[in-house]
């Protein structure tokens, strides 16, 4: 199992606000993104995916974004609460390629 | 159904000595992923079977690193002669091919840290 890392970007949180995690990716030609969710001592889970013919996705408590013109995609987890708290990545794939991990935020979600 | 399986969950070695990690994926999932995170950094893709077959090595750092997948089901990476940068965490994760149009969701294990000393 993997401890997270000590110096990723860190987005804190009042339970039960909600919370927007952003990713900018780098390539105009991907046409699949994933958002994961890792917890300490765990792999990477799959949150929600959202594909480039598309702008908006939800899912249970998370709507994911895509904006295409500035190569942004965002994460909103509405309502979070303590057991949110992990490293979300997002990752991009072109097709016939492999994904692309972002370097990942840190939610921390505050009682 | 159990998930991406991966052994050790922590090795810890010296610089040049040889390790071998293993990974066991979903059953039925033909296309398997080597992945590595050095501490603090971003996922890197290493490398992708199709059932026994590399579809894809080009993440793989250098020839000290050799990946197989005999008989399309778990697959071992073994790095020798192990460097102090090989440290981190090494995932697999393992998807169904699910064709064009379909999700790509791949399910990943816990991983395994390593350690060169």
């Known amino acids: 199992g993997e401890s997270v890392g000590l110096h990723l970007p860190t987005l804190s949180v009042q339970e039960g606000d909600n919370s927007i995690i952003n990713c900018a990716y780098s390539?105009?030609?991907?046409?699949?993104f994933i958002w994961y969710k890792q917890e300490s001592g765990k792999g990477p889970q799959f949150i929600i995916d959202?594909?480039?013919?598309?702008d908006k996705r939800q899912g249970q408590r998370v709507t994911v974004l895509l904006n295409k013109t500035v190569k942004h995609l965002s994460l909103q987890i509405a309502a979070t609460q303590p057991g949110d708290s992990a490293v979300y990545f997002c990752?991009?794939?072109?097709?016939?390629?492999?994904?692309?991990f972002g370097p990942g935020t840190r939610l921390s979600v505050l009682p | 159904e159990a998930g991406v399986t991966q052994f050790p969950s922590h090795s810890v070695i010296e610089k040049g000595q040889t390790v071998t990690l293993r990974c066991d994926p979903i059953?039925?999932?033909?296309?398997l992923y080597w992945y590595r995170r050095v501490m603090g950094k971003e996922i890197k893709f290493l490398l992708h079977?199709?059932?026994?077959?590399?579809?894809?090595e080009s993440g793989m750092p250098n020839n000290r690193f050799l990946a197989e997948r005999t008989g399309g089901t778990y697959s071992t990476l073994k790095v020798q002669p192990a460097e102090l940068e090989d440290s981190g965490v090494y995932f697999c994760?393992?998807?169904?091919?699910?064709?064009?149009?379909?999700?790509?969701?791949?399910?990943f294990g816990p991983g395994t840290r390593l350690t060169v000393t």
């Open positions: 994760a393992s998807s169904q091919d699910l064709g064009a149009g379909r999700g790509y969701e791949q399910y």
């Open positions: 390539n105009s030609a991907s046409d699949y």
């Open positions: 959202i594909r480039s013919n598309m």
């Open positions: 990752a991009e794939r072109t097709y016939g390629q492999n994904f692309v």
């Open positions: 059953s039925g999932h033909d296309n």
């Open positions: 079977f199709v059932k026994e077959s590399k579809q894809d």
